[in-house]
């Protein structure tokens, strides 16, 4: 049998279709229809009696070079791409909940996840309860007749928590619900979901799977009978499809996704190490620290800690926005999963909407400042830290 191609080799040749003219980079099909050879084949193509690509909305075969690399990095039979993140968790909502279903989603999913669940599908009769990421026992006790899912995502954000994928996946089963995790913060290189039993994986491809914070795309993975089976009729009808450019720029950006998130996280654990022995800080959030509460569980689950490194300063808001200040270098920017190294006050951005009380039970404080680590050399991001800490 042959030798099954590693993470490194998936990355850069999985998926590829090359066209007559043998172009060695993958083809951008930057067409909005395909066109048919007749009238019969036009209308089989539409019917879905002959294969082939129809309309942009649902077919384009440099999306499909995409999603098929993608599926092949998560070790999935399927993977359909969505314009954004969130179009992907929406998408995926669309097609396995109806009224009357219940979720249990982790109280630590991004923001605009929180409010998808608990503002825009509650209006359809879609009820969430939404429960610690690390208190497994608390996903059974929520758990009801009617659960048709788990969301989660881990690590989470700003604080790095880890949930216990497989424990959860065995939780989900006996409730006969569908584990879904967004798999934004590791992608497929630190992290295989549905290795540990997951039944769905969520990308916001924006992050590192693009890497270089240029275009937005999102992504669902996993059987088919629960992916492109539900989805690709979804696109085609309800349409927040990936744009063939941002596919090909994804493409690309699969290419050296090993590289960059595997030096992006060495990177991260020298500054959260740095980070750890300041006078200024209070406390360290990294999975990579063994100071972490979750540390042995990250290191069985994931092949690394990920650039997300969070970290209390003494001094409360006025410290963090301070050192956030006297950076030169890193960007203050929310976003995340870039080579340029970006920091952010949670507290009063990416958290600010959610009452006081709410941050603080979370655990976010005025003091917590979020960097997502990037491709500089750490000596100059310490030192663009230092500035602010002295
Ligand atoms: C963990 C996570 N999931 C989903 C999203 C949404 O992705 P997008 O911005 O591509 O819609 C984000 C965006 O920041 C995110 O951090």
Redesign the pocket.
């Known amino acids: 049998m042959d030798k099954k191609p590693e993470l490194a080799t998936l990355g850069v040749r999985a998926g590829q279709a090359r066209t007559q003219f043998h172009e060695h980079s993958e083809a951008l099909f930057l067409t909005s229809s395909f066109v048919f050879d007749n009238a019969q084949q036009a209308a089989s193509r539409f019917k879905g009696g002959e294969e082939g690509m129809v309309y942009s909305r649902f077919t384009n075969p440099t999306v499909s070079m995409f999603q098929d690399r993608l599926a092949a990095l998560e070790g999935a039979e399927s993977c359909v791409a969505t314009?954004?993140?969130?179009?992907?968790?929406l998408a995926t909502a669309m097609v396995h909940l109806k009224g009357g279903d219940h979720v249990v989603c982790s109280n630590a999913?991004?923001g605009?996840?929180i409010q998808l669940f608990s503002g825009i599908l509650a209006r359809f009769g879609v009820e969430t309860t939404f429960v610690s990421p690390t208190r497994t026992a608390d996903w059974e006790r929520a758990s009801k007749k009617n659960t048709k899912l788990f969301f989660l995502?881990t690590p989470s954000?700003p604080l790095t928590e880890i949930s216990d994928i497989a424990a959860l996946s065995a939780v989900a089963k006996r409730a006969g619900a569908l584990l879904a995790v967004?798999n934004?913060?590791c992608t497929p290189v630190l992290q295989r979901p549905l290795e540990l039993g997951a039944d769905l994986v969520?990308?916001?491809?924006?992050?590192y799977l693009d890497g270089q914070g240029r275009v937005?795309?999102?992504a669902v993975v996993g059987a088919k009978a629960l992916v492109a089976d539900p989805l690709i009729p979804f696109l085609r009808t309800a349409g927040p499809s990936l744009s063939p450019f941002n596919a090909w720029v994804l493409l690309k950006g699969l290419e050296t996704l090993e590289l960059r998130m595997l030096a992006q996280s060495a990177a991260a654990l020298e500054l959260a190490r740095w980070l750890e022995s300041n006078k200024q800080v209070k406390k360290v959030f990294y999975p990579g620290l063994p100071s972490h509460p979750q540390h042995e569980l990250a290191k069985r689950q994931q092949r690394a800690a990920g650039s997300v490194v969070s970290f209390e300063v003494k001094g409360g808001r006025a410290a963090a926005w301070r050192l956030i200040d006297a950076t030169r270098l890193m960007s203050i920017t929310?976003?995340?999963?870039d080579v340029k190294t970006t920091i952010i006050h949670p507290a009063s951005t990416?958290h600010g909407r959610i009452s006081q009380e709410a941050r603080d039970a979370a655990g976010i404080g005025e003091g917590l400042v979020r960097v997502a680590v990037g491709l500089e050399a750490v000596a100059d991001l310490e030192a663009d830290l230092e500035r602010g800490l002295a």
């Open positions: 314009a954004s993140g969130m179009a992907a968790i999913v991004f605009a996840t995502e954000n967004d934004v913060f969520i990308h916001s491809a924006t992050k937005l795309g999102g929310a976003n995340l999963g990416t």
